[in-house]
T-cell receptor, first 114, second 108 residues
Framework: DGGITQSPKYLFRKEGQNVTLSCEQN?????MYWYRQDPGQGLRLIYY???????QKGDIAEGYSVSREKKESFPLTVTSAQKNPTAFYLC?????????????FGPGTRLTVT | KNEVEQSPQNLTAQEGEFITINCSYS?????LHWLQQHPGGGIVSLFM?????KKHGRLIATINIQEKHSSLHITASHPRDSAVYIC??????????WGAGTKLIIKP
């Protein structure tokens, strides 16, 4: 079955620690995205990647970093510079950017930083 | 003003009722998406449409490009339809512009 996996589902970290969220897709999609969702708010784009070894900042990239070394993987690191990291993080992929292709979503990772 | 506005923000209805959720947008779009987010957080894409109407089971989505408005309808609603329904539009680039979502609760 094709899809997107994110792990873990729940993640707890102490303030000041970097943490990496995993996102893997086996849909052979070129584009991948990371979104953040806070209670009562819409999704906000953190980073996106249109192709391997290339990625661009979204609307709220500060305090985050990503890599795209493989087509199927797009890990997100939440650094200690992110002022309010506690949130629900969603990874998505789509077949092609710049066209009206559907986005497929992973199950999400709920990060709690104390 | 947000570029994508959804209404209502919250909706509670009885099982069996006909549900309508609205989405208005202010930008030119190439497509509009309706998605469903379950309480656990997982998001499922329901529809992607750029004109007219689509139907899948008890769900119907319509879009009026001239009026920049879309509606999501649920017929014969059921408690398992309880979720957050999100409208998102795709403009001239790859990025989606997201509505804040409509929280739907269907009571038995």
């Amino acid at each position: 079955d094709g899809g997107i996996t994110q792990s873990p589902k729940y993640l707890f970290r102490k303030e000041g620690q970097n943490v990496t969220l995993s996102c893997e897709q086996n849909l052979n999609h070129d584009a991948m995205y990371w979104y953040r969702q806070d209670p009562g708010q819409g999704l906000r784009l953190i980073y996106y990647s249109q192709i391997v070894n290339d990625f661009q900042k979204g609307d709220i990239a500060e305090g985050y970093s990503v890599s795209r070394e493989k087509k199927e993987s797009f890990p997100l690191t939440v650094t200690s510079a992110q002022k309010n990291p506690t949130a629900f993080y969603l990874c998505a992929s789509s077949a092609e950017t710049g066209r009206a292709y559907e986005q497929y979503f992973g199950p999400g990772t709920r990060l709690t930083v104390t | 003003k947000n570029e994508v506005e959804q209404s209502p923000q919250n909706l509670t209805a009885q099982e069996g009722e006909f549900i309508t959720i609205n989405c208005s947008y202010s930008v030119g779009i190439s497509a509009l998406h309706w998605l469903q987010q379950h309480p656990g957080g997982g998001i499922v894409s329901l529809f992607m449409l750029s004109s007219g109407k689509k139907k899948h089971g008890r769900l119907i989505a319509t879009i009026n490009i001239q009026e920049k408005h879309s509606s999501l309808h649920i017929t014969a609603s059921h408690p398992r339809d309880s979720a957050v329904y999100i409208c998102a539009v795709r403009g001239s680039n790859y990025q989606l512009i997201w509505g804040a979502g409509t929280k739907l609760i269907i009571k038995p």
